[in-house]
C-alpha cells in the first residue's frame, strides 16, 4: 500500500487523490494530520473563517490521524504525531510512504517510521532555488535537508525550480520524476464556460464598468504576494498610458478578490467603487475625489465555485509576489479559465508558466514594468491563452503509478 501523509485537506490535491482512487491500480490511503477548511478553520493568511466549498472528502480512502487539537497546518511542532507510525505502517502493509515537504514535525516522524519498517518514502515540496539564503544558514540549511534527502527514495518534482533545488543537494537525475503542479483544469474551465455570458452583469454588480480594462489580483493580501505593486503600477499606467489605453477603453480597473491584513492600505490607495466586505455597493459609492488613485471593487473573499466570476470579470490576472510565492496555482486557475497572466519571474511556477503563450513575466518590485507588461495586454487583447499546455493531474498520476509498479516488482 501506499500512504500519503499530508497536512490536511487541500482544494489543489483532493482531485488527485480521486483519480488515483478511479485509477485503481495503486492501493493507497491519504492520511491527514488536520482537518483545516474540510470544516471551518481559521485562515492566518486570509484573516478569516471558513471552508471549502467542494466535497474534500469523497471518493478516495482517507483517514485523519491524532495530533495536537490545536493544530493547524502552519505549526511545526504541534502536527506532531504521539504515536508510533512504524507500527501503524506495519499493520497497514505500507511500501511507500508520500509527503508533502518537511513544513511540519509530522513528515519527518514519517521517514524515520518509513526507514525503520523498510518501506521507500517519496517526497512532493513546493520549495525552489529561487530563495536566497542568508550566509550563515546555509550550511545549517545544507545538514538538515541534506539529511532527509538522503533518506528519499524517490522526489517528485513539480517543475523547473524545484527540481533545479534537489539538483544542487545532489540529487540525482534517476531520482527525479515529473509531478507537475496542477488544479482541477476541467472544473475551472466548466466553470468560466458557464458564466461567461453573464461577464457584464458580473462587472456592473462589483461596479466594474463595462468597457474597462480589468486587472485581477486574486489571493491573500499578504506582504509576499506584493498587492500594493499592482496598485503602483496602475497608477503608472493611469498617468504614462492613458492616451493609448483611453481609445480602448474607459480607464483601468483593477479587482482584487481575497483578503487580508494589506486590505486597510489597498483601500486606501485606491478609489474603491465596491466593496463586499464593507457593504459599499456601486448604487451608494462615493464620487471618485481623486484622479491619481486607480479605481478599484474589491469582492471579498471567494470560494472555490465562486472565484470563476473573478476570472470571467478581469481581462488579466497580475501575480506579483516575491520568492516567498513557490508556485501560485492561481495562474493555472486563471489559465484554466482563459485568461492571461503578468507573473513575477520570483515566483515559483514563472519559468514554466510565464513563458506559455499569453502570459508575461516581469521583474519583481519593478513597478515601472509590470506597467508596461499590463499595457502590452491592453492594447493587444486579442492574445492566446495556452491552456491546452497546462498541467494536469494525469501526469502526476502516471508517475505514481510507474513508481509504484516498479516497487512492486522489485518485492
Given at each position: 500500500m501506499l500512504a500519503i501523509l499530508t497536512t490536511h485537506p487541500i482544494q489543489y490535491q483532493v482531485p488527485l487523490w480521486q483519480a488515483l482512487a478511479r485509477n485503481g491500480r495503486v492501493p493507497f490511503e491519504v492520511w491527514y494530520l488536520t482537518r483545516h477548511a474540510a470544516e471551518v478553520s481559521t485562515d492566518r493568511g486570509f484573516g478569516k473563517s471558513f471552508a471549502w466549498d467542494l466535497d474534500m472528502l469523497?471518493?478516495?480512502?482517507?483517514?485523519?490521524?491524532?495530533?495536537?487539537p490545536g493544530a493547524t497546518p502552519n505549526d511545526f511542532w504541534k502536527c506532531r504525531l504521539p504515536e508510533s507510525l512504524a507500527q501503524r505502517m506495519r499493520a497497514a502493509g505500507v511500501k511507500a510512504l508520500w509527503i508533502q515537504g518537511w513544513g511540519v514535525a509530522g513528515y519527518w516522524q514519517a521517514v524515520w517510521a518509513a526507514k525503520k519498517v523498510g518501506a521507500e518514502v517519496w517526497l512532493r515540496g513546493e520549495s525552489n532555488d529561487l530563495a536566497p539564503t542568508p550566509f550563515w544558514k546555509q550550511p545549517i540549511k545544507r545538514l538538515v535537508l541534506?539529511?532527509?534527502?538522503?533518506?528519499?527514495?524517490?522526489?517528485?518534482?513539480?517543475?523547473?525550480?524545484?527540481?533545479?533545488?534537489?539538483?544542487?543537494?545532489g540529487v540525482s537525475s534517476d531520482r527525479l520524476h515529473a509531478a507537475p503542479y496542477a488544479v482541477d483544469n476541467e472544473?475551472?474551465?466548466?466553470?468560466?464556460?458557464?458564466?461567461?455570458?453573464?461577464?457584464?452583469?458580473?462587472?456592473?454588480?462589483?461596479?466594474?464598468?463595462?468597457?474597462?480594462?480589468?486587472?485581477?489580483?486574486?489571493?491573500?493580501?499578504?506582504?509576499?504576494?506584493?498587492?500594493?505593486?499592482?496598485?503602483?503600477?496602475?497608477?503608472?499606467?493611469?498617468?504614462?498610458?492613458?492616451?493609448?489605453?483611453?481609445?480602448?477603453?474607459?480607464?483601468?480597473?483593477?479587482?482584487?478578490?481575497?483578503?487580508?491584513?494589506?486590505?486597510?492600505?489597498?483601500?486606501?490607495?485606491?478609489?474603491?467603487?465596491?466593496?463586499?466586505?464593507?457593504?459599499?455597493?456601486?448604487?451608494?459609492?462615493?464620487?471618485?475625489?481623486?484622479n491619481r488613485k486607480p479605481a478599484a471593487s474589491f469582492a471579498g473573499?471567494?470560494?472555490?465555485?465562486?472565484?470563476?466570476?473573478?476570472?470571467?470579470?478581469?481581462?488579466?490576472?497580475?501575480?506579483?509576489?516575491?520568492?516567498?510565492?513557490?508556485?501560485?496555482?492561481?495562474?493555472?486557475?486563471?489559465?484554466?479559465?482563459?485568461?492571461?497572466?503578468?507573473?513575477?519571474?520570483?515566483?515559483?511556477?514563472?519559468?514554466?508558466?510565464?513563458?506559455?503563450?499569453?502570459?508575461?513575466?516581469?521583474?519583481?518590485?519593478?513597478?515601472?514594468?509590470?506597467?508596461?507588461?499590463?499595457?502590452?495586454?491592453?492594447?493587444?487583447?486579442e492574445r492566446d491563452i495556452a491552456s491546452n499546455e497546462l498541467p494536469s493531474f494525469s501526469s502526476t498520476l502516471e508517475t505514481v503509478v510507474t513508481l509504484y509498479m516498479q516497487l512492486d516488482r522489485a518485492r
Amino acid at each position: 500500500m501506499l500512504a500519503i501523509l499530508t497536512t490536511h485537506p487541500i482544494q489543489y490535491q483532493v482531485p488527485l487523490w480521486q483519480a488515483l482512487a478511479r485509477n485503481g491500480r495503486v492501493p493507497f490511503e491519504v492520511w491527514y494530520l488536520t482537518r483545516h477548511a474540510a470544516e471551518v478553520s481559521t485562515d492566518r493568511g486570509f484573516g478569516k473563517s471558513f471552508a471549502w466549498d467542494l466535497d474534500m472528502l469523497s471518493g478516495y480512502p482517507h483517514q485523519f490521524l491524532e495530533v495536537d487539537p490545536g493544530a493547524t497546518p502552519n505549526d511545526f511542532w504541534k502536527c506532531r504525531l504521539p504515536e508510533s507510525l512504524a507500527q501503524r505502517m506495519r499493520a497497514a502493509g505500507v511500501k511507500a510512504l508520500w509527503i508533502q515537504g518537511w513544513g511540519v514535525a509530522g513528515y519527518w516522524q514519517a521517514v524515520w517510521a518509513a526507514k525503520k519498517v523498510g518501506a521507500e518514502v517519496w517526497l512532493r515540496g513546493e520549495s525552489n532555488d529561487l530563495a536566497p539564503t542568508p550566509f550563515w544558514k546555509q550550511p545549517i540549511k545544507r545538514l538538515v535537508l541534506g539529511e532527509l534527502f538522503r533518506s528519499v527514495d524517490d522526489f517528485l518534482y513539480i517543475g523547473t525550480a524545484n527540481r533545479r533545488l534537489y539538483e544542487k543537494f545532489g540529487v540525482s537525475s534517476d531520482r527525479l520524476h515529473a509531478a507537475p503542479y496542477a488544479v482541477d483544469n476541467e472544473r475551472f474551465h466548466q466553470q468560466a464556460r458557464a458564466i461567461r455570458n453573464s461577464k457584464f452583469e458580473i462587472r456592473k454588480a462589483w461596479g466594474i464598468p463595462e468597457d474597462a480594462f480589468c486587472v485581477l489580483f486574486c489571493g491573500k493580501f499578504i506582504p509576499k504576494k506584493r498587492p500594493m505593486d499592482l496598485v503602483a503600477a496602475a497608477g503608472q499606467l493611469m498617468s504614462k498610458n492613458a492616451t493609448v489605453i483611453d481609445r480602448r477603453y474607459s480607464g483601468v480597473h483593477l479587482l482584487f478578490a481575497g483578503s487580508g491584513e494589506l486590505g486597510p492600505e489597498l483601500r486606501v490607495n485606491c478609489n474603491v467603487l465596491f466593496d463586499a466586505e464593507t457593504a459599499l455597493h456601486p448604487d451608494n459609492r462615493q464620487q471618485i475625489t481623486d484622479n491619481r488613485k486607480p479605481a478599484a471593487s474589491f469582492a471579498g473573499f471567494l470560494n472555490q465555485t465562486e472565484v470563476s466570476s473573478a476570472y470571467v470579470a478581469a481581462d488579466c490576472l497580475v501575480l506579483p509576489s516575491d520568492f516567498r510565492e513557490t508556485w501560485g496555482l492561481v495562474v493555472n486557475e486563471a489559465m484554466a479559465s482563459g485568461l492571461p497572466c503578468v507573473i513575477s519571474d520570483q515566483c515559483g511556477c514563472a519559468e514554466d508558466l510565464g513563458t506559455k503563450q499569453g502570459n508575461i513575466i516581469f521583474r519583481c518590485g519593478d513597478t515601472r514594468e509590470l506597467a508596461e507588461k499590463v499595457f502590452q495586454l491592453a492594447i493587444k487583447p486579442e492574445r492566446d491563452i495556452a491552456s491546452n499546455e497546462l498541467p494536469s493531474f494525469s501526469s502526476t498520476l502516471e508517475t505514481v503509478v510507474t513508481l509504484y509498479m516498479q516497487l512492486d516488482r522489485a518485492r
